[in-house]
């Protein structure tokens, strides 16, 4: 295989996981390392590093998949072979600017990355924001990697703290409602299988319906709200309780807590 397919992953966690399983599916090699040794074991698909060194010395493309407390004793610990290989790193921990990168890693091509959890069903929607040493060729190879796992949108580094708060918490959000009305039918004497289905099952078909649509959010709400109805009944009632306001307020602590983060590595 070519060694412009081969993609070094630093971090076996959930997504860095995800990216794997999605890279494989696109046929290229990967090459993946985790202090965690048992997280590794029989994984005869990839190409298992014994260190850092190894996996950077075989991999023109680095994927930085460790938590954020985790990266400035991983960059002193990867400094050297960086600086002799030049791999392309990309990064998708939340809140740790380019700059923390360009500041610790001198003349290195750097480009962060945004994705979420549905990676793991090739569904996520990646964001990219590249640094100043970053060439088109290199966003292009970053774009073809996260392509592997969903959809991706080329955008300034500025509005990844808003995205980490959107899209990369999303999937929380969207399963904190669901487990509410799971709670809420089980209330209502439904069983715990039945419950679950049930919800499983009206997300699913919801998203379904809207996937292909241009139509905004609010449209689709009328459609299922009628005047005086079931639906409107539990809307009108959120409405009085400010819930939107509140989501909001959500959102944007979530948005306030990936500035602190990468505040704090300044």
């Known amino acids: 295989m070519r060694r412009e397919k081969t993609v070094g992953i630093i971090g ?3 997504m860095g996981s995800a990216i794997s399983e999605g890279l494989l599916f696109k046929e290229w090699r990967v090459y993946v390392y985790d202090r965690n040794k048992r997280k590794l074991r029989e994984k005869k698909k990839y190409f298992v590093s014994p260190s850092t060194d190894h996996l950077i010395q ?3 493309y680095i994927i930085i998949a460790v938590k954020p407390q985790d990266i400035p004793a991983l960059l002193e610990e990867i400094k050297e072979g960086v600086l002799i290989h030049r791999p392309l790193v990309i990064s998708i921990a939340a809140g740790v600017s380019i700059k ?3 500041e610790r890693l001198p003349k290195i091509k750097i480009i962060r990355v945004m ?4 990676a793991k069903k ?3 929607i990646s964001f990219i924001s590249p640094g100043r040493l970053v060439s088109l060729k290199d966003i292009e190879i970053a774009k073809e990697i996260f392509k592997c796992i969903g959809e991706v949108v080329l955008i300034k580094e500025s509005f990844l703290d808003k995205v980490t708060a959107i899209s990369g918490s999303g999937p929380g959000y969207v399963y904190y409602f669901m487990d509410t009305l799971y709670k809420s039918a089980l209330s209502l004497g439904f069983s715990r299988i039945v419950a679950m289905r049930m919800v499983k099952k009206t997300f699913l078909g919801a998203i379904t319906l809207i996937k292909d649509s241009r139509e905004d959010f609010s449209l689709w709400i009328k459609k299922v709200a009628s005047p005086g109805g079931t ?5 009108d009632f959120w409405k009085n309780c400010k819930l939107e306001r509140l989501v909001r307020r959500g959102i944007k602590k979530a948005y306030l807590r990936a500035r ?3 505040l704090k590595k300044k």
């Open 231 to 235: 639906t409107q009944a539990a809307l």
């Open 115 to 118: 994705p979420n959890l549905a």
């Open 122 to 124: 090739r569904e996520s």
């Open 12 to 14: 076996f966690g959930n």
């Open 100 to 102: 923390f990168f360009e």
């Open 260 to 262: 602190q983060l990468n």
């Open 58 to 60: 075989y991999s023109p």
